[in-house]
């Protein structure tokens, strides 16, 4: 007989939902919401003119661009299952939140727009998965739209993504002739309406063989779909689940998130082959779900979840054992006991308190700066959970305050923010100058205005021209401390207080490399 842990944690799907923007991610992630029961009727999300109000995007600068900038996590029970979704943000410039997401979850949905196909963005996001071995599900919407051709659309993915295919559903034409899909792993035509998009709708299933087939398509329509599936058959693999789970083939629908179409089907395949929480490798051992002792690790740091409260919160994911509240576990980088009786569970920005939660499962842990993204929480075990890297920032620019009384809600408010991985901030050891470097132009913008509304300190930009920033170390300490003296004005601290060396150009670099060989340059920050 299953123990009572091993079954809850079974029940378990925690996954992330990644895509380019625009491709319908987080309208996607809403309907996976509206079929779960979590929300009742969905946001519909307009045009930019009118401010966007899906339930994931909460921060208000997400509000106004209509993007999505954090990562959220949302929870609901489905059938039998608990699910855990984790929305991340499509925007490239925040790349980096959604490499560590990657992390924190044991499968992915990829979202792909039925029209552009796969873009670049889905690419590098792909190249992770690959190098993780996480399971991926592909998802093509917007079918509502003039699509290209299915067989070319998967023909895309294949090469584009490196991974094999199967469809599980089948479009009927796109556009304004798009009549529905036709569900391979159930045979039934399920037919579109998009009369109602805030609410689900039952859906109207068909037997491909029954008469009144051609009420609902054309002639036209229904030979294409019988000649389409008779190729489906002669060219695609079954679904084999052990290949899904070893990433090595994804299983493909189609559908129109916004009008709720192809939406359940996807979930209810999804719930039912999708991967349990898997072990996760630390430094010391592989963790796997089902041992008895609880541990964990710091993913995303927020800060100001609530306007109202100076607060951060820790996104805690849960590798093995169970989380109670008001229990002592171990804070393994400080090496203290800490107990938390405020840990919170989310629904969006709904947030409610919990007592326990299991491996799978995401915990929200009140931070008055105990952690650092990576930490690690336990029974009482020194475990190091790795794979959470900081990149060496493409953009640099120096932060100036500009208004000198507000000294110090600017200091707090870099230090939470950097502390939460928005970007990374360097301290020139030349002159002091602080300098924030970051993956892309949008991040200093977010820099800028949550600074303003939610620290009330305002910052401003000075330009500098930086090539990269890399971390150094060596065995020689005491080439390490000629090779600092020499380059005296590129050389900085980061938050840590680890030498970072920031080159002015790729010459440059290359020529530091060559004089200096027993030194290392990183360009990650973990080594």
Request: proline share 4%; glycine share 6%; aromatic share 10%.
């Amino acid at each position: 007989m299953m123990k009572y842990n091993e079954r809850e944690i079974s029940k378990r799907r925690t996954f992330a939902v990644i895509a380019h923007p625009d491709a319908g991610k987080t309208t996607l992630t809403e309907k996976l919401l509206l079929f779960g029961g979590a929300i009742h009727v969905a946001g519909a999300v307009k045009s930019n003119k009118i401010k966007k109000s899906a339930t994931s995007d909460w921060m208000e600068i997400e509000k106004q661009r209509g993007i999505s900038v954090a990562t959220s996590v949302m929870g609901f029970e489905y059938q039998d299952y608990k699910i855990n979704i984790l929305d991340t943000p499509g925007h490239q410039d925040f790349a980096e939140d959604t490499y560590r997401t990657l992390t924190a979850v044991d499968s992915v949905i990829i979202v792909i727009d039925g029209a552009r196909g796969v873009e670049v963005q889905t690419k590098r996001l792909m190249e992770v998965c690959r190098m993780r071995k996480t399971p991926v599900i592909v998802f093509v919407n917007k079918m509502d739209r003039e699509s290209q051709d299915p067989f070319d659309l998967l023909d895309e993915v294949e090469s584009e993504l490196q991974i094999a295919t199967t469809p599980l559903t089948w479009p009927i034409d796109s556009g304004d002739r798009f009549k529905g899909v036709y569900n391979i792993y159930d045979k039934a035509i399920e037919l579109f309406s998009a009369a109602d998009k805030t609410h689900v709708t039952e859906r109207q299933q068909v037997d491909l063989n029954a008469p009144e087939l051609l009420e609902h398509l054309s002639e036209a329509q229904a030979d294409r779909l019988k000649s389409d599936l008779e190729i489906i058959e002669g060219v695609y693999p079954e679904l084999d689940v052990e290949q899904y789970l070893n990433a090595e083939l994804a299983p493909v629908f189609f559908g129109s998130a916004l009008n709720n179409f192809g939406v359940k089907e996807l979930l209810d395949i999804f719930v039912k082959i999708a991967p349990s929480p898997r072990p996760t490798p630390a430094e010391e051992r592989v963790v796997t779900p089902y041992e008895e002792p609880f541990t964990g690790f710091v993913f995303k740091i927020h800060a100001n979840m609530d306007p109202n409260h100076r607060s951060c919160i820790a996104f805690v994911k849960i590798c093995s054992g169970k989380f109670e509240r008001n229990t002592y576990y171990t804070h393994v980088r400080h090496g203290k006991q800490m107990r938390f009786s405020s840990p919170t569970a989310f629904m969006a920005q709904k947030k409610e308190i919990v007592d326990d939660a299991y491996a799978g499962d995401i915990v929200g842990l009140p931070d008055t700066g105990n952690f650092k993204i990576g930490d690690t929480l336990t029974s009482g075990e020194t475990l190091h959970f790795r794979g959470l890297p900081s990149f060496s920032p493409e953009m640099f620019k120096y932060i100036e305050n500009a208004d000198p009384q507000k000294q110090k809600q600017l200091q707090k408010g870099l230090n939470q923010l950097m502390d939460e991985g928005v970007a990374q901030m360097f301290t020139n050891v030349f002159n002091g100058r602080r300098i924030i470097g970051t993956v892309g132009q949008l991040q200093f913008e977010v820099i800028q205005y949550r600074l303003l509304h939610e620290y009330q300190a305002s910052c401003r930009w000075e330009p500098i021209h930086l090539y990269k920033a890399c971390w150094l170390s060596s065995d020689d300490d005491e080439v390490l401390q000629e090779f600092k003296r020499r380059k005296m004005q590129y050389i900085a601290v980061d938050t840590q207080g680890r030498d970072v060396y920031l080159a002015d150009s790729s010459y440059l670099l290359t020529m530091a490399k060559e004089e200096f060989p027993q030194i290392t340059f990183h360009f990650t920050s973990e080594f």
